[in-house]
């Protein structure tokens, strides 16, 4: 069967290629050649050793990245402040499939949740559920979703759950109309095994199960909410036509480089890659999905279109790939956008100013109903921003009425952003910062007589643990080298963690379904040691496995911190958790306009000084006023920039 190719995907790769007999940098990522040679391997491979087995799923197929030393030392990147690389050693390029034992469950793949609505449109049983609405079998869509913890099921049965939905007509928006059964599916078997109806649905009468509403007719397209909500039915609608063109130029050309994967800007230096899981490296009953290890950023990217997902003069990496289910490459074009965007001021005072700009690496992401927008972000002052857009389409659940006969569901989104900081060397050290009234000082004593004197105290962690957010304190954390320090303030060279603003508890029990496979959540920084295995590092926060897991794995941040081993002046890894709380408004029907969430790292005592004293401050020969002198009282006189 071949390789089914999403929307989000461009193409898949069936040809062969010869092999690349060297690589640019060791973290390149696999090319769609490497892909479909490791899969002929791992094909004759079975065929030789176990000829029973008939047929290979592939699911996951990717680099498996070479010891940490060994990369800095092929890059020429020494390991202490000052010192000297250590000699290369041969680096042996890897890519990791496994065979996993039964119980264990890989992410699901694309190709499995394109499946699940054909399986679910071609069942009887759910065909019959719809019919006694008055939905017939072409307006019945789903989306496939991971079924999360459920113990009625075998952990050895793959199984995904659907969320049904009706849709009249081919532009309507798909989860206005969602259905009260939920068919759970076999993806091996490609069979429906279970329908789960919901109790609110129907109630029991003398005469068997009755409606609880009046009736369950679809409205005529006229009065539907969700064409309503739109208005773009309406006789009075029309698009603004008061937007006058926005274009963006450089003229002289873009101020980054490139060379393959690797980006130069603005002293900035960097290596781009992506990977099926990460990409670019809840209350309702039934939804708690883990996005990035059950379904994979990378395999959700989408191929980006120069002028409307990104403005300017764009660069797109080469396409990336990951493995469909039978060995060929699925290629995504455009998967990564580089560009440079105006950011307002970097620095200012009344005599002198300095206009700022950034560089943007973007990715979106679509999974089910909702997009993600990356944008990492970087600036002339040495900043570094992690922003997350959220966007896409409600589900209409419980929760808050948003249209007419439109109810949409209470959620939460978690980020766990994972960090494995080099801070001027590979040893670090996270410091955690409470800021303080000045204690012992009360107001009108000779040490605080205005009695708003307030001091930062400092806290090294030594062990490995979760740590809590204090709003009370204002608390912080940066991450240091202890075996630097700045010329003049005497502190470690480090880089400061900006989060105030994504911290979200977890609105689940402890006992939870969702709460005891996401230990994660617990605690908004983590911090453990690094440690390396003949399959590389401790990678993802939630463990390697994901889906159906009944509670968090060995492999998996909160179990790694129990080890307590020392984290001070040590190779270690520092787990943010991040997140935001949705109670939606009306405003956020029929398409939800973005969300923004964001994590910066600013560096702290790293530079002698501000980093970006060197930037030009320039009059942009192309900015005029937006109005003819005199016209709406405004005068056009201005004074150079310096």
Not at 182 to 193: C, E, L, M, R, Y
Not at 326 to 338: L, Q, Y
Not at 418 to 441: F, K, Y
Not at 621 to 628: G, L, P, R, T
């Amino acid at each position: 069967m071949a390789t089914v190719i999403p929307s989000t995907a461009t193409t898949v790769k069936t040809s062969t290629s010869p092999l690349p007999t060297a690589f640019k940098h060791p973290l390149d990522p696999l090319t769609p050649e490497e892909i479909a040679a490791v899969s002929l391997v791992v094909r004759q491979h079975v065929a030789s050793t176990l000829p029973g087995v008939k047929a290979i799923k592939f699911i996951t197929n990717y680099l498996l990245p070479p010891p940490k030393k060994a990369v800095l030392a092929h890059l020429g990147i020494p390991l202490t402040p000052g010192g000297t690389p250590e000699s290369p050693v041969t680096i042996v390029r890897k890519a990791e499939v496994d065979k996993l034992p039964e119980g264990v469950q890989p992410q699901i793949s694309v190709e499995e949740l394109v499946a699940c609505e054909a399986i679910v449109k071609a069942d009887p049983r759910v065909q019959q559920l719809a019919k006694d609405v008055g939905i017939l079998p072409e307006q019945i869509y789903c989306d496939g979703w991971s079924i999360g913890y459920d113990d009625r099921f075998p952990k050895s049965q793959r199984i995904q759950q659907a969320l049904v939905f009706a849709r009249f007509s081919e532009h309507e928006n798909l989860y206005a109309h969602p259905m009260d059964f939920i068919p759970v599916i076999d993806a091996n078997t490609d069979k429906v095994i279970h329908i789960g109806i919901f109790s609110s649905a129907l109630k029991a009468s003398t005469n068997g199960a009755v409606l609880s509403v009046q009736d369950t007719f679809p409205p005529a397209l006229t009065d539907d909410a969700q064409i309503k909500s739109i208005g773009r039915n309406d006789a009075n609608f029309k698009p603004r036509d008061d937007i006058k063109p926005l274009h963006i130029v450089q003229p002289e050309g873009v101020s980054f480089k490139m060379n393959g994967n690797e980006l130069e800007w603005q002293n900035w230096k960097m290596h781009i890659a992506f990977s099926h899981r990460e990409g670019m490296q809840f209350p309702h009953p039934r939804k708690f999905a883990f996005d990035s290890g059950e379904y994979g950023m990378g395999t959700m990217a989408n191929e980006l279109s120069l002028g409307c997902d990104c403005l300017g003069q764009i660069h797109y990496l080469v396409p990336r790939a990951y493995v469909g289910h039978d060995g060929n490459a699925v290629i995504i074009k455009n998967v990564i956008c580089i560009h440079e965007e105006d950011s307002g001021v970097l620095w200012k005072h009344t005599d002198y100013h300095c206009a700022s700009r950034r560089l943007v690496v973007s990715m979106v992401c679509t999974l089910a109903n909702y997009e993600y927008i990356w944008n990492y972000m970087f600036y002339q002052d040495g900043n570094i921003e992690l922003e997350v857009r959220l966007t896409g389409i409600l589900q209409a659940y419980f929760g808050s009425i948003v249209a007419p006969n439109v109810n949409a569901h209470y959620h939460q989104h978690l980020f766990c952003v994972r960090v494995d900081p080099m801070i001027d060397g590979i040893n670090n050290t996270v410091v955690e910062s409470d800021v303080l009234p000045l204690p012992d000082a009360e107001t009108g004593s000779a040490m605080n007589f205005a009695g708003n004197a307030f001091i930062s105290q400092d806290t090294v962690l030594t062990k490995e643990a979760g740590r809590p957010y204090d709003f009370a304190k204002e608390r912080r954390w940066r991450i240091t080298n202890p075996a630097r320090k700045h010329y003049c303030s005497g502190k470690d060279v480090g880089y400061g963690i900006q989060m105030k603003g994504g911290i979200t508890p977890m609105m689940a029990r402890e006992d939870g379904w969702a709460l005891k496979r996401a230990s994660f959540t617990h605690y908004p920084v983590w911090v453990c040691k690094d440690v390396e295995g003949e399959k590389g590092s401790r990678m993802w926060p939630a463990g390697k496995y994901v889906p159906q897991t009944r509670e968090s794995p060995e492999d998996s941040v909160g179990a790694w911190v129990k080890g307590e081993q020392s984290v001070e002046n040590e190779d270690l890894l520092v787990y943010l958790t991040v997140g935001v709380t949705h109670i939606p408004r009306p405003e956020d029907w029929p398409v939800m306009p973005v969300e923004h969430l964001s994590v910066v790292f600013r560096p702290v005592s790293f530079f002698d000084k501000n980093p970006s004293m060197d930037v030009p401050g320039v009059q942009d020969q192309h900015s005029v006023a937006a109005f003819s002198k005199g016209q709406n009282g405004v005068n056009t006189d201005s004074h150079g920039c310096h």
